[in-house]
């Protein structure tokens, strides 16, 4: 949906929802820790943030705080975020990686 980069972070929102109708609500799970975003000018790697309690940055966390919990209904979409370190103000793009899901490249 949205990548922004309000001062030294780079926040990014997608949507999930499931390709049939209909289905009812469907759960899928997948670690924090193998979500990143790439500076495509560098190739640096940078992993979600962790806030002052050692908290993931992301939503919506599963009750462990270790996966993010994407729920589904009908095909309508879940909303999901993370806060990531900004690249350098002078890196252009970005690439996203999720598990499951093909890159966002650029």
């Not at 949205?2 to 109708?21: C, F, I, M």
Request: hydrophobic fraction near 35%; charge should be negative.
């Amino acid at each position: 949906m949205k990548a922004k980069v309000t001062g030294n972070v780079l926040t990014v929102e997608l949507s999930y929802r499931t390709p049939d109708q209909g289905t009812g609500w469907q759960s899928y799970y997948f670690d924090v820790n193998e979500v990143s975003v790439i500076d495509d000018a560098t190739s640096q790697r940078y992993g979600v943030l962790k806030d002052n309690a050692e908290a993931w940055m992301a939503s919506p966390l599963d009750n462990d705080g270790k996966r993010i919990r994407v729920q589904t209904n009908d095909g309508k979409p879940s909303v999901v975020w993370f806060k990531f370190p900004a690249p350098p103000a002078t890196s252009q793009t970005v690439s996203i990686n999720i598990p499951e899901v093909s890159p966002f490249d650029g």
